[in-house]
């Protein structure tokens, strides 16, 4: 195995850290609005992703930075092509994370409620497009022979590509409930696990039908075992979620994400862009990869690096374990009503 195919493995570790984990965080910001019935229940649901959140983050900056650094024909095609959906998502992150820290900076219920809607949307949005845009990096999009995207905003959202994207969406957000459930206490933990039986059907209707579509057309021997691994775990998901087996149900959902994405590399390798114009004007690990020198220093220094990442990032999570109530969150009412909360 070159360099080059080594660190296209990476860079899909990478997004599949990246989802995994920012996946429960855009889940629990959908279940702000369904799940929670009042501002203490909201806040709640913030707190059990509040210490984590920005650390998950770091493996997208990682995933953008190798891929600009290993693969840059791939990040400059990607990042103009895409640039309209890449945008919504950058901004949608950006006042995310300008959301969770304002939305206590002041006690006003319309400064809260203001914040708690921003949270809702930038955690739905953004849940939605990566599968968009991953779908359509698996499809194929419009390149030319100068490696340029030549199609339109338009041409992205085709019907693949779309349902890849509520395929993210709901797998997220099945994702997020059974963190949900693993991290509260109480009314709210009930409810999220009613969330994730729910969420996790329509998970598993239309995953099936995308999964199938993509090995159907892009698919290989490699990817059709990852495809039932997904659909494996997915179901063991749903079965320990029913037997309140939530460490199960956490864990089994995050192996349905790290199949699901693990397949959509596994259809995509050697390419890395495929081109709908011509074939060989398709962008592969080989004509889009920096040059071998370049591949080396970064190898020396993911291997130095990236275990201090893991090593800091699991003892914060070590830390930040125990589940949460509305009984935990300061000056909480119990008698007061749901809206007042």
């Not at 994370?97 to 400064?111: I, L, P, Q, S």
């Not at 390149?143 to 085709?158: C, S």
């Not at 090593?311 to 109530?325: E, N, P, S």
């Amino acid at each position: 195995m070159q360099l080059h195919d080594v660190w296209f493995v990476l860079i899909a570790v990478l997004w599949i850290g990246y989802f995994f984990l920012e996946g429960f965080d855009f889940g629990i910001g959908v279940l702000t609005k369904p799940l929670a019935r009042n501002t203490t229940e909201r806040r709640v649901l913030i707190n059990t992703i509040g210490p984590v959140w920005d650390g998950n983050e770091v493996w997208l900056l990682t995933a953008g930075g190798a891929t600009f650094a290993a693969f840059p024909d791939w990040y400059a095609t990607l990042f103009s092509g895409f640039y309209i959906p890449l945008l919504v998502i950058l901004v949608c992150l950006i006042v995310r994370g300008v959301a969770f820290e304002y939305r206590a900076k002041h006690d006003g219920a319309r400064w809260q409620r203001n914040w708690e809607e921003a949270i809702f949307w930038t955690s739905l949005l953004p849940a939605f497009l990566w599968g968009v845009a991953f779908a359509n990096i698996v499809r194929g999009v419009d390149i030319d022979a100068q490696k340029n995207y030549v199609g339109t905003l338009w041409d992205l959202l085709n019907p693949y590509a779309l349902l890849g994207g509520l395929v993210t969406l709901a797998l997220f957000t099945f994702h997020g409930s059974v963190f949900a459930v693993l991290k509260t206490v109480g009314e709210i933990s009930d409810r999220a696990r009613k969330a994730a039986l729910l969420s996790g059907l329509a998970t598993a209707v239309l995953a099936l039908v995308f999964l199938v579509w993509t090995q159907a057309d892009h698919g290989n021997g490699r990817s059709l075992a990852a495809l039932v691994v997904a659909v494996i775990a997915l179901v063991g998901a749903l079965a320990a979620n029913q037997l309140r087996r939530d460490g199960w149900a956490f864990s089994l959902s995050g192996v349905t994400i790290v199949a699901a994405v693990a397949m959509l590399f596994l259809s995509l390798f050697p390419d890395v862009m495929p081109s709908t114009l011509n074939p060989d004007w398709s962008l592969t690990v080989t004509n889009a990869a920096s040059s071998p020198y370049t591949l080396k220093v970064m190898t020396v220094v993911a291997a130095i690096f990236t275990p201090l990442v893991l090593l800091y990032q699991g003892w914060t999570y070590w830390v930040f374990r125990k589940r949460i109530g509305v009984q935990h969150i300061p000056g909480h009412n119990p008698a007061a009503p749901l809206d007042q909360a």
